[in-house]
C-alpha cells in the first residue's frame, strides 16, 4: 500500500471538513455547503480541463465563469505575470502616476474597440466596471447641468454584478431579493421588445418596454440604459437583430448614455471581439472584466468615448473622486496584455465564431433525440437550450422536479461542467466553454449532455 495515497486521501478529508468550516462560498448554497462540504475541489488546470485532488478530469464547459478563454495553465501567462511581478508588482495610478502596462493596456484597447471608445479606467471586476460606469455617468450629467439625470434603466435578466449599484441594475429577483434595500432609482425593462423600442405603442408591451420607461419617467430623468449585447447569466438570451441599434437610436433621440456591460461577450466570446460588433453598435460605455485576463489575474475596465472624456476634462478641473487601490494594477495589466496577445495570434475569436456552427449541429441532435430540449441558441462560443414538460406547448417542469440541476449533476458524474439557469421556473442549459474549444471536444460535450438527458427524461417521463 502506499503511504502517500493515504496521505493525500487524510489530506482531501481534511480540505473538505476546513471548507465547511471555514469558507463561506460564493453564489452556493450555505446550507449545502455545511450538510455536504465542497462540490469539488480542484487542484490543477491545463486547456480545457480541470482536474480535482483524486485525479479525475472535467471538461470546463463554461471557462469556469465564462472567463479562462484562453485555457488552464498558459505558462506564458506565467512568464508574463512573474515578470512583471519582479519589476514592478504594484504601484498606484492615484496622483497622476502611471506605469507602462497600464500605458500599453489602455493604447491596446483603444485600437481594438468599436468607434471612439478609445479611453479606459482599470477596475478589479465587472461589477466595480458597472458601479463605476454608473458613478461617473451620474457625475457627468451634474457636470452638464442635468443633475436630475440619475435613472438607469436595465433589462429583466440581465446581470451586471452584485455591489448594490450593479445589483440594482441587474433584472434577476433572487439577486435583487438577497438584501433588504437596493440601491434607488433603477428601473427594469422588459427584453428585446424591439416594435416597442421602435415605437409601436399598439404593442401591449409598450409601457414596460424602454421607450415605454423613458417616457412615463421623463426623458430628462434618466442617465443611462444598460444592457448585455447578449445575456449570460440570465440564460445566453440573444437579441433580436435589429434591436442593439433600435436601443442605440432611442438612446441618441433621447440624449441618453447606452452601456453596453460586455463583461461576458468581450474578448471574443460571440465570435466577434466585442459583442456589439455583432450588430454595428458602438455604445458611449462598454465594461468589461472576465475575458480582459481570462480570469488569471482579476482586471476590469470601463472604456468610454473620448468625446466624453474630453467633455469631463472641459467640464472640470476637480480631482475625478473615483479610484481604487487596484485600479491600473501593473501585473493585472501585463496579465491583460499576455492573453490579448494570446487571443490574437491565436484566433481564438475566428474560432469562437467557427465552433457556434458545431454547437448549433450538436444542439440540433439533442433536439432531434430528447422530447424535452427545445429553444436552442448559440453565438460564438456560447450556447444554451431550453427543457420542458411538454415543448410544443411550452408547458415548463416544475420547479420541485428541479430538472436543469439533475442534469447538470448527470454531466458532473460524466465529468463536465456545464451551468443551470432556473430563474422564474426556465430550466435552461448554458454552455461557454474555452475559446480554445475544438471541433472534437464539442462533440465530447454534446455526447455527455446526451448521456444526461436520457437519464434525466427516463426518470420523469
Ligand atoms: N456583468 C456581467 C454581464 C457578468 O456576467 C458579470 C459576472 O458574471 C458581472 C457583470 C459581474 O462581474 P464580477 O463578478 O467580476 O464582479
Keep these: 500500500m502506499n503511504e502517500n495515497i493515504i496521505e493525500e486521501k487524510v489530506d482531501i478529508q481534511k480540505l473538505k471538513s476546513l471548507d465547511k468550516k471555514y469558507y463561506l462560498h460564493p453564489t452556493t448554497s450555505i446550507h449545502q455547503q455545511q450538510e455536504n ?35 488552464h495553465g498558459r505558462q506564458e501567462m506565467v512568464d508574463a505575470v512573474s515578470t512583471q511581478m519582479g519589476r514592478l508588482a504594484y504601484s498606484s495610478s492615484f496622483q497622476g502616476f502611471s506605469h507602462d502596462p497600464v500605458i500599453c493596456l489602455s493604447q491596446k484597447i483603444a485600437t481594438m474597440t468599436p468607434g471612439d471608445l478609445n479611453v479606459s479606467f482599470f477596475t478589479s471586476g465587472g461589477s466595480e466596471s458597472n458601479e463605476t460606469a454608473f458613478k461617473l455617468i451620474r457625475n457627468y450629467w451634474k457636470l452638464k447641468g ?57 404593442n401591449p408591451n409598450y409601457r414596460e418596454s424602454i421607450r415605454g420607461i423613458i417616457e412615463k419617467e421623463g426623458a430628462d430623468t434618466i442617465a443611462a440604459v444598460i444592457l448585455e449585447p447578449v445575456q449570460g447569466a440570465g440564460g445566453i438570451n440573444i437579441p433580436p437583430d435589429g434591436y442593439l441599434q433600435a436601443v442605440r437610436q432611442l438612446c441618441d433621440e433621447y440624449g441618453i448614455l447606452m452601456i453596453a456591460d460586455e463583461v461576458i461577450t468581450g474578448f471574443g466570446r460571440t465570435g466577434e471581439m466585442f459583442g456589439v460588433n455583432n450588430w454595428g453598435v458602438v455604445p458611449d460605455v462598454l465594461t468589461v472584466a472576465k475575458g480582459i485576463t481570462s480570469g488569471y489575474i482579476q482586471l476590469g475596465a470601463v472604456i468610454i468615448r473620448e468625446t466624453i472624456r474630453d467633455e469631463l476634462a472641459e467640464l472640470s478641473s476637480d480631482i475625478f473622486f473615483h479610484g481604487f487601490t487596484y485600479s491600473g494594477h501593473p501585473t493585472a495589466c501585463a496579465a491583460a496584455l499576455k492573453n490579448i496577445e494570446i487571443v490574437e495570434n491565436e484566433n481564438l475569436v475566428v ?41 410544443a406547448n411550452e408547458v415548463p417542469f416544475e420547479p420541485s422536479q428541479m430538472v436543469a440541476q439533475k442534469v447538470v449533476q448527470e454531466c458532473m458524474k ?13 430550466n ?28 434525466v427524461e427516463k426518470e420523469l417521463i
Design 37 to 71: 462540504g465542497p462540490t469539488v475541489i480542484f487542484k490543477e488546470g491545463q486547456g480545457i480541463y480541470l482536474t480535482d485532488v483524486y485525479d479525475d478530469v472535467y471538461i470546463d464547459g463554461l471557462s469556469s465563469l465564462w472567463n479562462v478563454n484562453i485555457g
Design 351 to 391: 474560432n469562437a465564431k467557427n465552433m457556434e456552427a458545431e454547437i448549433l449541429k450538436g444542439f440540433k441532435y439533442l433536439e432531434s433525440k430528447h422530447p424535452t430540449v427545445s429553444k436552442i441558441r448559440a453565438i460564438g462560443l456560447m450556447g444554451a437550450f431550453e427543457l420542458f414538460a411538454d415543448r
Design 146 to 202: 442635468e443633475a436630475e439625470r440619475t435613472k438607469i434603466i436595465g433589462l429583466n435578466r440581465g446581470y451586471h454584478g452584485i455591489t448594490m449599484g450593479a445589483t440594482s441594475a441587474t433584472g434577476i429577483a433572487q439577486f435583487q431579493n438577497m438584501s433588504t434595500a437596493n440601491a434607488p432609482d433603477f428601473l427594469h425593462a422588459k427584453a428585446f421588445q424591439l416594435d416597442c423600442e421602435l415605437g409601436d405603442k399598439s
Design 428 to 455: 435552461i442549459i448554458t454552455i461557454a466553454p474555452p475559446l480554445i474549444t475544438n471541433k472534437e471536444q464539442i462533440g465530447t460535450i454534446i455526447e455527455i449532455l446526451s448521456e444526461a438527458l436520457t437519464v
Design 414 to 426: 460524466r465529468k463536465l461542467i456545464v451551468r443551470p439557469v432556473i430563474f422564474e421556473g426556465s
